[in-house]
């Protein structure tokens, strides 16, 4: 510590200097007045061409992408702070993504450089809150969309008995039955949203939140069957379970109302997207060597293109658009699955044959009370 009424040397200075910009968060430059680096923070690597020492080398060299450099070159023509935003395509892991930077740059004075200026560069990542925001506009315009549909019919309906023969009974009857059914797709679109809406405010440190217990995967699924019943029934369609020997068990420790609501979406899911009768569905679950778990939907069905994969998981995102009139979903079932997997620590992923399969498996991290390991299937 300096003593009492004594400068502190141009070491410390340098040293406080360093520390409060490597934990301000966003990526900081300062260089002289020929925009040679002679300060970068860690949080401005990922917008360095390679991975070279900056320090030393001039900005161009250092910035992923032209347009920065002439924000600074500006400020050091003119003299004044200029900020900008800028949306740049950065290559990480060899592939290519897209971020939006607000760039700030100031000019500074450096005692001892020969000039005495130079220039402070801050460049501040906005590339979560842009996409979250997005998401937020996506998810208001297709819940719009959606809400819209049955309240339009339900809305005609009642105008038609209003305004026609409600003495007509044929006419009566075949109006309540329309307004029901789309009375109740009404109510499954406000809960699923509800659902979502639920999910997206659970952070990782309300995760245990969730209400946890220890429950059978199998007594799950033969719930949720019951409740399907009359759809299978309908598609003439087979559900077949696999799941571990009685002595090995198929419990499982998480949260039994958002499980029911996994199976749930996933096995109608298969059931609608699929009009031939015949359906084959299995449904299955197997403890892995690390002490995990896996849990899969498969079904022998029409499929998913490969080009559909990446988004099956998307709000509001549908297949078949071809039939989306036949088939009345809501469009957030498969999200909801992603939602509560990830809530319990686990990843889902798709993959199909179009024309043959189809399986979605869910992979659950080790828990101290999952049972003994089996094989794989």
Not at 100 to 110: D, E, G, K, N
Not at 193 to 198: E, G, P
Not at 350 to 365: A, E, K, M, W
């Amino acid at each position: 510590m300096a003593d009492a009424g004594r400068a502190p040397e141009a070491g410390w200075w340098s040293d406080m200097l360093s520390s409060l910009l490597e934990g301000m968060g966003d990526a900081c430059l300062v260089t002289d007045d020929r925009l040679v680096v002679l300060f970068a923070n860690a949080e401005a690597a990922d917008l360095f061409r390679s991975p070279l020492r900056p320090v030393g080398r001039r900005l161009f060299e250092v910035l992923a992408d032209h347009r920065l450099t002439e924000v600074a070159e500006r400020c050091r023509r003119e003299q004044v702070p200029v900020e900008q935003s800028l949306q740049i395509v950065v290559h990480q892991g060899g592939h290519e993504r897209k971020k939006y930077l607000v760039v700030s740059a100031a000019p500074i004075r450096l005692p001892g450089a020969p000039s005495g200026h130079g220039l402070r560069l801050i460049i501040r990542d906005e590339t979560q809150q842009r996409e979250t925001e997005q998401i937020r506009k996506d998810f208001v315009a297709n819940a719009s969309h959606e809400l819209r549909t049955p309240l339009s019919i339900i809305n005609g309906y009642l105008e038609n008995l209003v305004e026609g023969d409600i003495d007509d009974p044929v006419m009566v009857q075949r109006s309540l039955l329309t307004m029901q059914k789309h009375s109740l797709r009404l109510a499954r679109i406000v809960e699923d949203m509800l659902t979502i809406s639920r999910f997206e405010s659970v952070g990782e440190e309300e995760a245990a939140d969730l209400k946890r217990s220890s429950f059978s995967v199998e007594e799950c699924v033969k719930d949720v069957l019951d409740r399907l019943h009359p759809v299978i029934q309908e598609k003439r369609a087979r559900v077949e379970m696999e799941f571990p020997p009685a002595e090995v068990g198929s419990r499982l420790a998480g949260d039994r109302f958002y499980w029911d609501q996994v199976f749930f979406n996933l096995i109608e899911n298969a059931l609608k997207e699929n009009q031939q009768p015949g359906l084959v569905i299995g449904v299955g679950m197997c403890h892995r060597p690390d002490g995990g778990c896996e849990l899969w939907v498969r079904d022998n069905g029409v499929g998913i293109p490969r080009a559909d994969l990446p988004f099956v998981f998307k709000r509001f995102y549908r297949v078949a658009k071809h039939h989306s009139q036949e088939i009345k979903g809501t469009g957030l079932g498969l999200s909801i699955v992603r939602r509560a997997v990830e809530a319990h620590g686990g990843e889902i992923s798709v993959d199909s044959t179009p024309g043959l399969r189809t399986q979605f498996t869910i992979t659950l991290p080790p828990a101290p009370a999952l049972p003994p390991v089996c094989s794989e299937p």
